[in-house]
């Protein structure tokens, strides 16, 4: 079976990717390869549906550059395909007067990236858009909002199919060979062949990238992200979105609380190590995989480095009286019996072998394959941009 191009995963990069390349050249011929049996399982199934504005993203970085105009993107392909979002606008909140620096940089740093609307706020402002809330000093952004992002990937996969595209379920990639006429994929069931592959394989990326790049310096390291769901007696205790100000150090955002778009109030995520790539209940386990975690050197040096906040987000984990505390560092009013027990998801995080965490999107490009192989948040607000930019590159490699 002989393609134009390939694309291995099924999540909202890989499916923007391929709408992306059909848009550019209709006479592709262009396959999905997906393990599970329907689109968006992993991190795009399990995200807590944030449009995402790019106010925290470095000026100029592939995080800042693609969020924001993924964001513009996404809204209109939502408002052309009755894809129903809420731009309800986010408050980030310094708890003290330490966090006014961080607070400060954020703020320039939306201003950099030509966000309109963001403004500082008062406490009584804050009070007004949240009256439950507790802080020092504030950030509104008015473009964040909400959405369901399985809904926007399976509208991505009706298009694909409609306009031309295969997508095959059930076909777990198991090995990748170059050869002279392109590359050559091998899954469970079938045997592939095609002049480009494209690897948007999330929490298996550097697996799949490792199959013809045995030199790779970057590994995925599952981060799980536990949510608490707040009862609805107790809705009113949030309006829309509340964030704290992040530690700069980490690239997680902190527990923040979220409406969701179908209903309801999410809390968290913490950022708990998984020992297992898609493990999301704390018994889930991997022997292999966590062996390979823990025995890369890289994660080994983000270890001793982030030692102190890795015990703090395990015990966060097991203890809902520490979740619940850190959850009233934004709502004092909030208590251990408002929580009921959410969801989780998984976030495929790189690192490289020096111990640094990834903090912005990396694809690597050889002849014939374009492996992306760090495409965490922002990613689903980016992901047309994303698979623009990823056509692109595939009209030059070809």
């Known amino acids: 079976m002989k393609y134009h191009v390939i694309i291995t995963g099924a999540g909202i ?148 199919i409609k306009m031309g595209g295969e997508i095959k379920y059930n076909e777990r990639v198991e090995d990748i060979h170059k050869t002279d006429a392109g590359v050559e994929v091998i899954t469970e069931k079938n045997t592939y062949n095609t002049k480009l592959l494209i690897n948007c394989a999330g929490l298996y990326s550097d697996k799949i990238a490792k199959l013809t790049n045995k030199n790779l310096e970057v590994k995925i390291i599952p981060f799980r992200g536990e949510y608490y769901k707040i009862k609805p007696e107790r809705y009113s205790l949030v309006n829309n979105l509340i964030y704290p100000v992040p530690d700069p150090e980490f690239p997680f955002l902190g527990v923040h609380f979220t409406r969701m778009i179908h209903g309801g109030i999410e809390a968290g995520p913490n950022a708990v190590l998984a020992f297992k790539r898609e493990g999301y209940k704390k018994t889930d386990f991997n022997l292999a995989e966590a062996a390979e975690i823990i025995a890369f050197p890289g994660f080994r040096k983000i270890a001793i480095k982030f030692w102190r906040t890795g015990i703090g987000e395990m015990y966060r984990s097991f203890s809902k009286a520490a979740f619940t505390k850190a959850l009233q560092k934004l709502i004092p009013d909030i208590r251990e019996e408002d929580l009921m027990l959410g969801g989780s998801g998984v976030r495929a995080q790189a690192c490289h072998i020096n111990g640094n965490l990834l903090d912005d999107f990396f694809i690597i490009e050889d002849k014939g394959l374009i492996n992306v192989c760090n495409a965490p948040s922002p990613a689903a607000t980016s992901s047309l941009a994303i698979g623009e930019a990823i056509a692109n590159m595939a009209e030059k490699n070809g």
């Open 13 to 160: 990069v890989g499916l923007a990717t391929g709408l992306k390349l059909l848009e550019k050249n209709p006479a592709l011929k262009l396959c999905i390869l997906e393990k599970e049996d329907k689109p968006a399982q992993h991190q795009t199934g399990h995200n807590s549906g944030v449009i995402h504005s790019g106010i925290y993203y470095k000026p100029g970085s592939l995080k800042a550059t693609n969020c924001i105009s993924g964001y513009h993107q996404l809204i209109k392909f939502c408002d052309e395909n009755g894809i129903k979002y809420d731009l309800c606008g986010k408050i980030i909140v310094a708890s003290n007067g330490k966090e006014l620096p961080a607070l400060e940089n954020i703020f320039n740093r939306g201003n950099e990236n030509k966000l309109e609307g963001i403004r500082k706020i008062s406490v009584a402002e804050m009070k007004e858009i949240e009256p439950h809330v507790a802080g020092v000093a504030g950030l509104w952004v008015p473009q964040t909002g909400i959405i369901d992002y399985v809904e926007v990937s399976n509208k991505y996969a009706e298009l694909i």
